[in-house]
């Protein structure tokens, strides 16, 4: 047998997409043919993801999002689908930290993280789900995390919007099997981006020796697992959490 | 342009997957045209697309047949 891993003809809509994990994504979905609407929160973000697929030959472009308005997402759907056509490959990329000992954590340190990680989920997932139902076909990605499932000190605010989002997909993929939709989370553990170059070296060195591959991972082998979840060659996987952490954590 | 009647029984049968003819004003869509919640659900959305309309959620509960169905759409849209 072949592996299929062709996304051609497939919108794919990813948040979160001008950096780290996210550009990963979107570039190695677009490698694989699918047209990508991926997101930044400003307008200059947005113009570097275009360019960044331009230079790749990947079709599609980037666009502004501010997951946590209700307003910004319904016009980025509208134009993304009257350019586009409407997104039937979604991934919940676009995520926050906002670290704090509980004891210490803010209102607003709790409140935007869930907001952005969680509710976001909820709010995009929503507006891209009646498509793929009439397509009868779609692919729901969750990028969740390693935190979500071993817990953090002082992530107690992001490891409980990553331990809902992997709850969130088992009870959609539970909601929509009937119409051909899988609905999944992939959990990467410590990779090697933006968001984890600002921890401290010897939190840094801690985490590594936790590390059975004994490395980082690079944003290319979150993508690469996306993009099996995405294509047919995954067809038959919902409402499961794969974890991608070098062993780190093995559940 | 169709009737009421017509566009309706029409979406009815794309949405559940069944023949035409089988749609009676008097069937009911879980008992008789064998949709699940989420069928039912779908199916007060492509009504809403194609009449342009809203169907409040306390209202869409009471759409069972289809019968009931034209008489929303009628009172509704009249």
């Known amino acids: 047998m072949t592996l299929t891993t062709s996304l051609n003809d497939k919108v794919a809509l990813v948040t979160g997409a ?11 979905l677009g490698s694989l043919g699918a ?4 997101t930044a929160t400003s307008a200059a973000g947005a113009e570097k993801i275009s ?12 666009k502004v999002l501010d997951v946590t308005s209700a307003e910004s997402l319904a016009e980025l759907l509208q134009s993304a689908k009257t350019e586009f056509g409407a997104p039937t490959i979604l991934v919940n990329n676009a995520g926050i930290t906002k670290d704090n000992l509980l004891m210490r954590m803010k209102d607003e340190e709790w409140d935007s ?3 952005t990680n969680l ?9 891209c789900l009646r498509d793929m139902t009439k397509a009868r076909w779609g692919r729901i990605i969750n990028i969740s995390s390693v935190v979500g499932s071993m817990g953090n000190a002082g992530q107690s605010n992001y490891a409980a919007t990553k331990a809902g989002v992997a709850g969130f997909a088992r009870s959609l993929a539970a909601e929509v099997g009937s119409r051909g939709i899988t609905v999944n989370t992939v959990a990467p553990g410590f990779i090697d981006t933006d968001m984890t170059k600002v921890l401290p070296e010897a939190q840094r060195e801690a985490l590594m ?8 991972g690079a944003p290319e082998e979150i993508a690469s697992v996306v993009a099996f979840l995405a294509s047919d ?3 038959y996987v919902t409402g499961e959490t794969i974890h991608v952490n070098g062993g780190m954590y093995m559940a | 342009m169709s009737s009421i009647e017509e566009r309706v029984k029409k979406i009815v049968a794309e949405q559940l997957g069944v023949k035409e003819e089988d749609v009676k004003p008097e069937a009911s869509f879980v008992e008789d045209l064998g949709a699940d919640s989420l069928d039912t659900v779908e199916l007060v959305m492509a009504l809403e697309e194609e009449f342009e ?5 306390e209202e869409a509960e009471k759409i069972t047949t289809v019968q009931l169905a034209i008489d929303y759409i009628k009172e509704n849209l009249g």
């Open chain 1, 233 to 235: 060659a995954g067809g």
């Open chain 1, 18 to 28: 001008s950096r780290g994990i996210g550009a990963a994504i979107a570039d190695t």
């Open chain 1, 113 to 115: 993280v869930i907001d």
């Open chain 1, 209 to 216: 020796s936790k590390i059975p591959l004994g490395r980082l």
């Open chain 1, 119 to 127: 509710s976001a989920v909820y709010r995009v997932t929503k507006a």
């Open chain 2, 53 to 57: 309309t809203e169907i409040p959620d």
């Open chain 1, 51 to 62: 360019a960044r697929f331009a230079e790749k030959g990947i079709a599609g472009a980037g």
């Open chain 1, 35 to 38: 047209t990508v609407i991926g």
